[in-house]
């Protein structure tokens, strides 16, 4: 009975309190919107010198679209993309079966995520990064 009538987004009060704490630490959400300002547009400018599409952005994240070409297409990126330990959201259930939604990372989350993405486009053996160089 209870689930039925809690809150979609269960909190506890610890949760409830650290996020209060983030939202006070203004310095460290400027240096976050800087660095995720920076990121997305070295990472859009490089993403595009690959000759993939990128929708303008101003969150943190890159909606990045893919040849439909079979085995180059983002579903076969994705593939390419975990196999070196690298983890983005593809988007056929938001309509988009050529796109894929990738974060803005740290800066060797995405150094890595380019280096691996270039191997794919350029059609060579991916580089091996398994330490969780990426996230949706």
């Known amino acids: 009975m209870l689930n039925r009538i809690r809150g979609p987004f269960n909190l506890t009060g610890p949760s409830v309190a650290a996020g209060v704490a983030a939202l006070e630490d203004h310095e460290f959400a400027v240096k976050s919107a800087e660095h ?3 990121w997305r547009e070295l990472m859009t400018d490089e993403l595009q010198k690959l000759g993939l599409g990128v929708t303008p952005s101003a969150a943190n994240f890159l909606l990045v679209h893919f040849r439909e070409t079979e085995g180059r297409d983002a579903a076969a990126a994705d593939a390419f993309l975990q196999a070196s330990g690298i ?6 259930s938001y309509g988009l079966p050529g796109a894929l939604r990738i974060s803005v990372g740290t800066e060797p989350q995405n150094r890595a995520l380019l280096a691996v993405l270039k191997s794919f486009v350029e059609g060579m053996p991916g580089t091996q990064v398994k330490n969780g160089a990426g996230v949706a």
């Not at 983890?87 to 056929?92: D, F, N, T």
Request: net charge positive; glycine share 0%; no cysteine.
């Open 36 to 38: 995720n300002r920076v």
């Open 87 to 92: 983890i983005v959201r593809r988007m056929e």
